[in-house]
């Protein structure tokens, strides 16, 4: 008896356990709760794994391979987008849809060449020369805004294009022509409004110095994502407090006077009086374009008719072509000059 019950009771485990076996090889793909982010620019295919970790950690569990259709994803439209996720078995296959929301929480970075460069007195500075670069890790280079002078005694900065990053950098910080250190300031912005601030020193001496090659990387951490409606309103602080940081004001744009430039203003005037040479030079070159147009009206030499006559005479003055005879052209040929036969006839023809 004891034989068989273990008989039965080995039966019915392994009955059991195929149960068990059949149940865990159906599919199935569960996704966590709550909010799940993706940060702006993110590649799913950046990876060596088979999904992202990325998005591995926003699934609780899982039966079967994974795999996940980013087809309509896409990594640099902020907000909610809809990520399809497939579980497969041999058997059979499920499916879950995965809501991420992609925001932009990477602030930009700033590299320079050193913390402090060193100018001899009276010496040429270009603030750019100890820019490594300056970029959106989620985009690209940034483009710096420049200064230009409406020639009437006022300085503007350039306006930024919209949802384009930038970067600012104030070149009035530096007097060559008096020792000390100055600070040159630098602000990244990128298009939704993520700000990086640097800086390095600039020593103006009579001393010889030479810089340090020890490269400097700034990058200002982000807690939260600037509301879209709000980052144009924040560009516009951004740039407001930067202009007065440097000396202006603003007025729907950032002005800065002559006079509160700290720098040498020979390059401004310089600029100036070739800017006029310039104009002079353009006024010249329309009124030469005036004086061809009265030409060519007077010479009338696109009239088709006076061209072809002008033609004829310029051949027959340079003798390149002689009055033909037809009659003389046709017995030159072999023929027989016969006007009543329409011209020059052949033998052969009158045979025919």
């Not at 440097?246 to 401004?268: A, F, H, K, P, T």
């Not at 007077?298 to 002008?310: G, I, L, N, R, T």
Request: hydrophobic fraction near 30%; proline fraction near 4%.
């Amino acid at each position: 008896m004891k034989s068989k019950r273990i008989i039965i009771l080995t039966t019915v485990c392994s009955m059991f356990m195929y149960g068990c076996s059949a149940v865990s090889s159906k599919p199935s793909v569960n996704v966590s709760s709550g909010d799940h982010y993706l940060e702006y620019g993110f590649d799913p295919y950046d990876t060596e794994e088979e999904l992202h970790p990325e998005i591995m950690k926003f699934i609780s569990s899982h039966k079967g391979d994974l795999s996940a259709d980013f087809d309509d994803f896409d990594p640099y439209t902020l907000g909610e987008q809809t990520i399809y996720l497939t579980a497969s078995t041999e058997e059979d296959e499920a499916e879950a849809e995965l809501t991420v929301i992609v925001r932009d929480t990477t602030a930009p970075v700033i590299e320079l060449v050193t913390d402090t460069v060193h100018i001899p007195l009276g010496d040429d500075f270009d603030p750019l020369d100890n820019i490594l670069s300056v970029y959106d890790p989620a985009e690209d280079e940034l483009e710096m805004l420049e200064f230009f002078d409406d020639y009437e005694g006022q300085i503007y900065l350039d306006e930024p294009y919209e949802d384009w990053g930038f970067y600012l950098i104030n070149p009035f910080a530096v007097n060559v022509e008096e020792e000390g250190t100055y600070k040159v300031t630098l602000t990244a912005v990128d298009n939704h409004g993520n700000v990086t601030k640097g800086s390095y020193n600039v020593v103006v001496s009579t001393d010889s110095a030479e810089d340090q090659d020890n490269h400097v990387t700034f990058q200002d951490n982000v807690k939260t994502q600037i509301p879209e409606e709000k980052i144009h309103e924040t560009v516009q602080g951004i740039l407001k407090e930067y202009c007065g940081e440097i000396g202006g004001e603003w007025d729907e744009g950032c002005v800065i006077s002559y006079e509160n430039y700290g720098g040498d203003l020979d390059d401004w005037e310089e600029a100036d009086d070739a800017y006029e040479e310039d104009d002079e030079y353009w006024d010249e070159e329309e009124e030469y374009y005036d004086d061809s147009e009265e030409d060519w009206d007077e010479e009338e030499y696109w009239d088709d008719d006076e061209y072809s006559e002008d033609d004829e005479e310029y051949w027959d003055e340079e003798n390149w072509e002689e009055e033909s005879d037809p009659e003389q052209d046709c017995y030159d040929m072999g023929g027989e000059w016969l006007p009543e036969a329409g011209g020059c006839t052949w033998p052969d023809d009158e045979e025919e």
